[in-house]
Protein backbone atom coordinates (compact mmCIF):
# COMPACT_ATOMS: atom_id res chain seq x y z
CA UNK A 1 0.00 0.00 0.00
CA UNK A 2 1.38 3.40 -1.06
CA UNK A 3 1.06 6.53 0.48
CA UNK A 4 -0.07 10.03 -1.14
CA UNK A 5 0.00 13.48 0.01
CA UNK A 6 -3.19 14.96 -0.63
CA UNK A 7 -3.30 17.65 -3.41
CA UNK A 8 -2.30 21.21 -1.84
CA UNK A 9 -4.83 22.82 -4.29
CA UNK A 10 -2.06 25.46 -4.64
CA UNK A 11 -0.60 26.66 -8.08
CA UNK A 12 2.13 24.38 -9.48
CA UNK A 13 1.19 21.82 -6.83
CA UNK A 14 3.38 24.48 -3.77
CA UNK A 15 2.38 24.33 -0.49
CA UNK A 16 0.11 27.07 0.22
CA UNK A 17 1.78 28.79 2.56
CA UNK A 18 5.28 28.92 0.03
CA UNK A 19 2.28 29.71 -2.78
CA UNK A 20 1.11 32.60 -0.50
CA UNK A 21 4.84 33.86 0.50
CA UNK A 22 5.61 34.11 -3.49
CA UNK A 23 2.49 35.92 -4.32
CA UNK A 24 3.92 38.75 -2.04
CA UNK A 25 7.73 38.38 -2.34
CA UNK A 26 7.26 38.18 -6.10
CA UNK A 27 5.10 41.55 -6.23
CA UNK A 28 2.92 42.33 -8.83
CA UNK A 29 4.32 39.60 -11.15
CA UNK A 30 4.26 37.02 -8.27
CA UNK A 31 0.40 37.71 -7.27
CA UNK A 32 -0.60 37.52 -11.17
CA UNK A 33 0.87 33.98 -11.31
CA UNK A 34 -0.21 32.84 -8.54
CA UNK A 35 -3.99 33.98 -9.16
CA UNK A 36 -4.13 32.32 -12.89
CA UNK A 37 -2.11 29.50 -11.73
CA UNK A 38 -4.54 27.06 -11.37
CA UNK A 39 -5.10 26.46 -7.73
CA UNK A 40 -8.22 26.89 -5.58
CA UNK A 41 -6.87 27.36 -2.33
CA UNK A 42 -8.77 30.70 -0.90
CA UNK A 43 -5.79 31.32 1.12
CA UNK A 44 -2.85 31.53 -1.49
CA UNK A 45 -5.80 33.41 -4.11
CA UNK A 46 -6.45 36.15 -1.29
CA UNK A 47 -2.44 36.63 -1.01
CA UNK A 48 -2.06 37.01 -4.56
CA UNK A 49 -5.08 39.29 -4.92
CA UNK A 50 -3.95 41.41 -2.13
CA UNK A 51 -0.74 40.99 -3.44
CA UNK A 52 -1.55 42.29 -6.97
CA UNK A 53 -4.05 45.12 -5.42
CA UNK A 54 -0.83 46.43 -2.82
CA UNK A 55 2.31 46.66 -5.98
CA UNK A 56 -0.54 48.52 -8.22
CA UNK A 57 -1.79 51.26 -5.66
CA UNK A 58 2.30 51.71 -4.98
CA UNK A 59 2.79 52.01 -8.79
CA UNK A 60 0.08 55.21 -8.74
CA UNK A 61 1.29 56.25 -5.31
CA UNK A 62 4.90 56.39 -6.74
CA UNK A 63 3.91 57.82 -10.14
CA UNK A 64 1.55 60.58 -8.49
CA UNK A 65 3.96 61.24 -6.06
CA UNK A 66 6.43 62.07 -8.87
CA UNK A 67 4.24 64.12 -10.70
CA UNK A 68 3.07 66.41 -7.92
CA UNK A 69 6.66 66.97 -7.10
CA UNK A 70 7.34 68.16 -10.36
CA UNK A 71 4.26 70.14 -10.55
CA UNK A 72 5.53 72.11 -7.20
CA UNK A 73 8.95 71.89 -7.72
CA UNK A 74 9.48 69.33 -5.37
CA UNK A 75 7.52 70.18 -2.55
CA UNK A 76 6.55 66.83 -2.22
CA UNK A 77 9.60 64.88 -2.77
CA UNK A 78 10.45 64.30 0.72
CA UNK A 79 7.44 61.98 1.27
CA UNK A 80 8.94 59.39 -2.13
CA UNK A 81 11.89 58.16 -0.07
CA UNK A 82 9.12 57.89 3.32
CA UNK A 83 6.55 56.16 1.34
CA UNK A 84 9.13 53.65 -0.46
CA UNK A 85 10.67 52.96 3.03
CA UNK A 86 6.94 52.56 4.40
CA UNK A 87 6.59 50.14 1.43
CA UNK A 88 9.28 48.26 1.84
CA UNK A 89 8.26 47.43 5.56
CA UNK A 90 5.03 46.32 4.32
CA UNK A 91 6.32 44.27 1.65
CA UNK A 92 8.50 42.35 4.18
CA UNK A 93 5.80 42.02 6.56
CA UNK A 94 3.39 40.38 4.08
CA UNK A 95 5.87 37.97 2.19
CA UNK A 96 7.03 37.08 5.71
CA UNK A 97 3.80 36.08 7.16
CA UNK A 98 3.03 34.85 3.88
CA UNK A 99 5.71 32.57 3.75
CA UNK A 100 4.32 31.63 8.04
CA UNK A 101 0.77 30.63 6.25
CA UNK A 102 -0.95 33.63 8.39
CA UNK A 103 -3.67 35.63 6.14
CA UNK A 104 -2.81 39.54 6.18
CA UNK A 105 -5.65 41.67 5.42
CA UNK A 106 -4.40 45.14 5.21
CA UNK A 107 -6.51 47.72 6.93
CA UNK A 108 -7.34 50.07 3.40
CA UNK A 109 -5.52 47.60 0.98
CA UNK A 110 -8.10 44.33 1.86
CA UNK A 111 -11.03 46.47 0.78
CA UNK A 112 -10.37 47.47 -2.52
CA UNK A 113 -8.76 43.69 -3.34
CA UNK A 114 -12.53 42.88 -1.90
CA UNK A 115 -14.30 45.38 -4.15
CA UNK A 116 -11.72 44.26 -7.31
CA UNK A 117 -11.26 40.70 -7.23
CA UNK A 118 -14.88 39.24 -5.58
CA UNK A 119 -15.54 37.47 -8.53
CA UNK A 120 -11.63 35.76 -8.68
CA UNK A 121 -11.84 34.08 -5.25
Do not use: C
Request: charged letters at 5%.
Amino acid sequence: MSVTQPPTDAPFGLQPNVAAGLAYLLGIIGGIIMLVGGGTNKFVKWSAAQSITMWGIYIVLYFVLIFVGAMTHGVTMLLVPIVMLLWFILWIWTFVTGFQGKEVRLPVIAGITESIFKSAM
